[in-house]
Each structure stands twice: as structure tokens, then as C-alpha cells.
């Protein structure tokens, strides 16, 4: 039932490009220290959005709502997308569905769930975690009208079919994780709001939490020409870098043999995505798309970040309810266990 976080005997299963017995789903310690209305901050090691928020000068690269300390947890992220089958990998590597509207997207899971999403079975996970509270009222307000009112759906893991997995509807839908909003949130941050895809990211979902729970808006900071121009390329760069040596997103550098030469398969793969998060084209690998944005002086970016959201880098400590605290340590720390499923 939806609202109850069970403990359960289950064969330990994980993560998006590998088999799926290695860290989808597992177990972790009943809870961690995170109260009730934190957003957890985590810093990945690598990965399209590290590139980007690097370029940007900033740090954290994800955030989650807990409910608690014995509770769930809302985000939103993505799954790595599938590579097309050949030969229509060779001109567009990534499957456009899955890359446009991001699986699983928003959705709301149990501590093994989100622990096993940080965590592999090696321990391999984010060079840095931390969580924040400030306003404690006023933070569990927001956690409650998300857990307790928001409109949502049950469906069960994609990885173990017993295990049911929540997830927040907007607008009607379901919703994608889009790599658009790094370049326009659009109107998510209000409400009702609207976007691209039906799409959030982690940290314009905590904004529009913010304003559901009427705490008020959160509002958007826009990028400067020459930091989404320096994003653009180290984005690009890195999904070519990530291709060329199999990794993240990437299962099978052959394919650059298989493919005629002047396919140039890992070039055509970091115009894809950068084509998508510069301008919602996910669908074609050309670079005149990403470029045109990237060389247009007037061209900027508005979103929220995670370090927005916290108050840190450039952004204000009256930005949210959360940012005017400091960093703690997340630690899974309390008695039992309990086994849970990401996607």
C-alpha cells in the first residue's frame, strides 16, 4: 500500500548500464539522519551533469526531499538511456524517447531504494553527500503536502515486480526527467507550471514543492552568455570522452568499428545530447543545433540549480526555506534494514 515502507526478504539486485543484479534494488539500514523536510545534496564523481555543473562554477549535481529518518524519499532522475540498435546507432547513438523523457523521472522511494540509486555493491557512489533543514516547520510542511496530498500513480519496479514504486503526476501525466530544464525551466518553479516533456530535474522539482506547499516561489537565476557557452562544450566533450572509453551511458565502443568511419559515432553522441538539453532536440545528432546556441551572444539560460536551492555558489541564502542552514553529514544510521528498488 501506497504511504507503507516494508522491510523485505528479497534476492539484492543494481544501476542503469549494467545487469540488472548489481544496484537497481538492495537493502541499506532502516534510515538515515535526514529529518523530516531535508533536501539530501549529493556530488556525482562523473557524468553529463557534473560537466555541466562544473562549467558553471557550481557543486552539487543532486537533491532529494526526505520524509524522515524512517521515511521515503522524493526526486527525480534518470536512468541511462539504451543505445539505438545498428545501424541507427551509428547516426543517432542514443534512443530519443528515453533520452527527451527521462526514466524514471519523478518518483517517490524507500531508503534501500534511494541508497542502492547512491550506492553500488562495490560502495562505489557520490564523492560528497550532505543534507540541509533550516526552516524546520516550514521544511516539513513541504515534505508533507508532497508525501501526504500530491496526486500520484503506483506502478511496480521495472527490476523486481514486487516491489511498488510511486510517482508524482503533474498536469495530469507523469513526469519525465528532462535535461532541458538545465537550459529553461519554463514556468515549473509556479503553479499549476508547465514545461518541455511534461519534465523536471531534481532541483526544479524541490522548487515547485516549495511553492505547492505555499512557501512561495522560488525563483530562477539565468546563466550568463559565456557559462552555458563554456557548459555546452565541456558537455560535449564529456559525452564523447564517456563514449570513447565505454563508460556512464556507453556499453560497447566497437561500435565505432562497425560503423562507417565518417559516422564518427562518439561525436555523434555528444551532439545528441547536447543538442537535447540546449534545445529539447533529442532526435538528431547534427552539431549546428547545440552550436547555434553556443555561438548566439544573446543566448543564456534560466533554471535553478541544487546549489540554488541551498544557497550556495552564487545564490542566496534567502533563496529557499532550506538555504539558510549549513551542510551535515548523511550518514544510514538507524537499526534494522529495509530492501527497496529505485526504477
Known amino acids: 500500500m501506497h504511504r507503507v515502507l516494508v522491510a523485505c526478504v528479497v534476492a539484492l539486485t ?22 523530516n523536510g531535508a533536501v539530501v545534496f549529493s556530488r556525482s564523481d562523473d557524468g553529463p551533469i557534473r560537466n555541466v555543473i562544473d562549467a558553471i562554477g557550481e557543486f552539487r549535481t543532486h537533491s532529494m526531499l526526505s520524509h524522515g529518518v524512517l521515511g521515503g524519499v522524493t526526486h527525480a532522475t534518470m536512468r541511462d538511456p539504451d543505445q539505438n540498435s545498428w545501424p541507427t546507432v551509428c547516426g543517432t547513438p542514443l534512443k530519443v524517447d528515453q533520452l527527451r523523457n527521462g526514466y524514471p523521472g519523478l518518483e517517490q522511494i524507500n ?6 540509486f547512491l550506492y553500488d555493491v562495490d560502495g562505489h557512489g557520490p564523492e560528497w553527500t550532505a543534507w540541509q533543514l533550516g526552516d524546520a516547520a516550514g521544511a516539513a510542511q513541504v515534505a508533507d503536502n508532497i508525501w501526504f496530498n500530491h496526486e500520484y500513480v503506483t506502478d511496480a519496479s521495472r527490476v523486481d515486480s514486487s516491489q511498488p514504486i510511486d510517482r508524482l503526476l503533474w498536469n495530469g501525466a507523469r513526469v519525465s526527467y528532462s535535461l532541458f530544464q538545465y537550459r529553461d525551466l519554463e514556468s515549473v518553479h509556479t503553479i499549476p507550471g508547465s514545461a518541455a516533456n511534461n519534465g523536471m530535474v531534481c532541483s526544479t522539482f524541490l522548487a515547485y514543492a516549495h511553492n505547492y506547499a505555499g512557501r ?8 550568463p552568455h559565456e557559462l552555458i557557452a563554456n557548459a555546452s562544450n565541456t558537455l560535449h566533450t ?6 570513447k572509453s565505454s563508460l556512464g551511458w556507453f556499453e560497447n565502443v566497437a561500435l565505432s568499428v562497425i560503423c562507417p568511419i565518417f559516422w564518427n559515432v562518439c561525436t555523434n553522441a555528444g551532439n545528441q545530447v547536447a543538442n537535447c538539453m540546449s534545445a529539447n532536440r533529442c532526435d538528431t545528432s547534427t552539431s549546428t543545433i547545440w552550436r547555434a546556441v553556443r555561438d548566439d551572444p544573446n543566448a543564456t539560460a534560466t533554471s535553478i540549480s541544487p546549489d540554488r536551492i541551498g ?14 542552514d549549513y551542510s551535515h553529514q548523511l550518514q544510514w544510521n538507524s537499526g534494522g534494514n529495509v530492501y527497496g528498488c529505485w526504477q
Open 14 to 35: 543494481l544501476m542503469a548500464t549494467v545487469p540488472a543484479t548489481a544496484s537497481e534494488c538492495g537493502y541499506t539500514s532502516a534510515g538515515w539522519n535526514a529529518p
Open 111 to 116: 531508503q534501500g531504494g534511494i541508497y542502492h
Open 216 to 223: 512561495g516561489v522560488v525563483t530562477a537565476h539565468t546563466y
Open 238 to 243: 564529456g559525452v564523447h570522452a564517456q563514449c
Open 311 to 324: 544557497g550556495w555558489s552564487v545564490h542566496p541564502v534567502t533563496s529557499t526555506l532550506w538555504a539558510n
